[in-house]
T-cell receptor, first 114, second 113 residues
């Protein structure tokens, strides 16, 4: 069974640019959640996708957007990058959209904005 | 919206010592509670979770946590830690009616051999 994978592992961008991060969910999982983890902090919920539809969103501005594809893989897009967007971005998948489902995390993409 | 506080930033213990990591949350409604662990160089993984029933929850590797609703707490315990328990531990809470999972800032546990 393949776990959650994310690409790229590291990325450096400059302020104002746009970035796309990718996530492949664990086999059999149809729900993907994205989190931002700043240094020394816990993960912060960005949004969740369930069967290709957004299924909940945290307190992030609209320049953070996402997609989920028919194979349940997902993308996180961030436009107009700001210095504070520098963080580890985590993707987690789960077997369904139920609230108490265990989430399985990927290794993350570390983004540095200069 | 719910929030989570983990009071200990860094805990250092010797092997065989008992562990208790504090977690308090603020939310008045029904919640689901989680402890996640991140071992050095590894992904975040679930240690245990509470969603209903017995407030004393047992997880992997001998960990347990007790949900005390009146205290809004979900403390993590282990009677005797091992060097391999060295990791970062995150408490998380989800309100029953939404998917916004809130994490605490984490507690780094160092177990000295």
């Amino acid at each position: 069974e393949t776990g959650v994978t994310q690409s790229p592992t590291h990325l450096i961008k400059t302020r104002g640019q746009q970035v796309t991060l990718r996530c492949s969910s664990q086999s059999g999982h149809n729900t993907v959640s994205w989190y931002q983890q700043a240094l020394g902090q816990g993960p912060q919920f960005i949004f969740q996708y369930y069967r290709e539809e957004e299924n909940g969103r945290g307190n992030f501005p609209p320049r953070f957007s996402g997609l989920q594809f028919p194979n349940y893989s997902s993308e996180l897009n961030v436009n107009a990058l700001e210095l504070d967007d520098s963080a580890l971005y985590l993707c987690a998948s789960s077997p369904s959209g139920e609230v108490a489902e265990t989430q399985y995390f990927g290794p993350g993409t570390r983004l540095l904005v200069l | 919206a719910q929030s989570v506080s983990q009071h200990n930033h860094h805990v250092i213990l010797s092997e065989a010592a008992s562990l208790e990591l504090g977690c308090n949350y603020s939310y008045g409604g029904t919640v689901n509670l989680f402890w996640y662990v991140q071992y050095p160089g590894q992904h975040l993984q679930l240690l245990l979770k509470y969603f209903s029933g017995d407030p004393l929850v047992k997880g992997i590797k001998g960990f347990e946590a007790e949900f005390i609703k009146s205290k809004f707490s979900f403390n993590l315990r282990k009677p005797s830690v091992q060097w391999s328990d060295t990791a970062e531990y995150f408490c998380a809470v989800k309100a029953y009616n939404n998917n916004d999972m809130r994490f605490g800032a984490g507690t780094r546990l160092t177990v000295k051999p």
